[in-house]
């Protein structure tokens, strides 16, 4: 098990996300990772120094920005330092014709401040209107995600406050509207803002048995009928769909930002 | 206005984290940054590519796994593009003697999976006890987050079951509990979970004005007394607790998953 040190004086998140992603092309090696955020002051970097000095052949990616830190890590390190500052800045600041300033932390992910208030007003619409629990106000929300329950609705529209702003509003198919070859009244003057969540009836089984424990809801000839609905109707009214079997959140949002909003259609609509 | 493009077969959120912080050195240039994710064949890389060649300088950060895509970029961008594989593999294939596989996608962030169950299953949580709604079941928690009303708590609770798959529950902390000495009955059991929000008063009042119009609620010295009380009450009962005046939920939720529940006596109790 080898020890992988992530550093950082701010989340790490990103510098884990990197440090992942590369190691994850050596997947025969097995891993402990170990993120320390927050090293905001020497004595805070010297003490996971210490940590570091004890193991005996780690890995270090580090997204530290002070100097001095710096410094001390490669002395201590050598080759074993990944230093993802270090590596590209001298290349920007030739490209940028400018020096680069030692800015620690906070313009990683979520963190983009002014849009903070704007996250947490999406993130209150989107609660409200999880689940189809009000159908109103369909006209302010960004997008509204239209499935069968457990298609994977509720953490992407959450996904979607949290970290895009989006007002995003989620409305569960029931039988009724399964029966009809209509969108259900609530959606229909809202097409343009609609996205369809599909999932594999099998998959989608799966996981209703293990929220309530039997019945008709979680039978498997239910799953697949409610499925081959929600598809049908989906493409009568050509509403973009994306299918959650094997996709993350974090894609299942990627998807809908990058794709399905970037749309023209979309844009005419906003 | 500097064109940068971030490219990535997989999300793409990673590559964008690291280019922002990478580009917060230069906080004098502007620049405009596009993301282009799930480029997984090479004809979505000719038309990314054809984009490219239309700027005049553009910054181009890739986070791409296949060979022959990165070439390709390679030979259009030269010295402008910032391959974050590239970089790294040759020196991890030395340290670990291995040859790296081009794995693409689908091991950064949220969507390390197996985790995805678990992630859902504390958002339902989560979800139910939020904002005190369900008191029942904190013995099921693995933090309860308290702090008065607007200082938080609901987004970071859902930041750390989406993130981390955390059964975060919160509970806002109302006129009676912050009259008594004492915790509040449904929090006495559970002293170790508890985790203190706090934030400045007068921040506090700002988002409240923007919440509902006015009133009590609002009034700045109602702010004031109950920030004052709260933070009495964390004291009284040695409650950790995180200011989030000036910070992201991003990083509050950080602090609580590397600070507060790393503690030993978080173990005790787990």
Known sequence: ?????????????????????????????AYEI???????????VEEV??????EEAPLVFSSL???????????LCGERLFDFFETYTP?????LGRKARP???????????????????ALDFSMVHDDGAVTRNYENADVVLVGVSRSGKTPTCLYLALHHGLQAANYPLVEEDLESPELPTA?????????????????????????????????????????????ALFRRHRIPTIDTTAIS??????????????????????
């Open 1 to 29: 098990m080898r020890r992988v040190f992530i550093l950082s004086d701010h989340t790490g998140l990103t510098a884990e996300a990197m440090a992942r992603a590369l190691l994850a092309q050596f997947p025969e090696e």
């Open 34 to 44: 170990q993120r320390h955020p927050f090293l905001d002051s020497a004595a805070k």
């Open 187 to 231: 959606l229909a003057p809202h097409r343009h803002k609609l996205v369809g969540l599909t999932i594999d009836p099998v998959q989608l089984q799966r996981i209703r048995i293990q929220r309530r424990s039997s019945g008709r809801y979680a039978a498997l000839e239910q799953c697949q009928w409610e499925v081959r609905q929600a598809e």
């Open 103 to 121: 800015v620690t932390g906070s313009l990683h992910g979520i963190a983009n401040h002014g849009l903070y208030q704007e996250r947490i007003r």
């Open 249 to 270: 959140i974090e894609e299942i949002a990627a998807h809908i930002t990058s794709e399905i909003l970037e749309r023209p259609r979309r844009r005419d609509s906003s």
């Open 65 to 75: 920005v002070d100097p001095a830190a710096r410094k001390r890590l490669r002395e």
């Open 91 to 95: 290349r920007l600041e030739a490209l």
């Open 49 to 54: 120094a210490g940590l570091i000095a004890r």
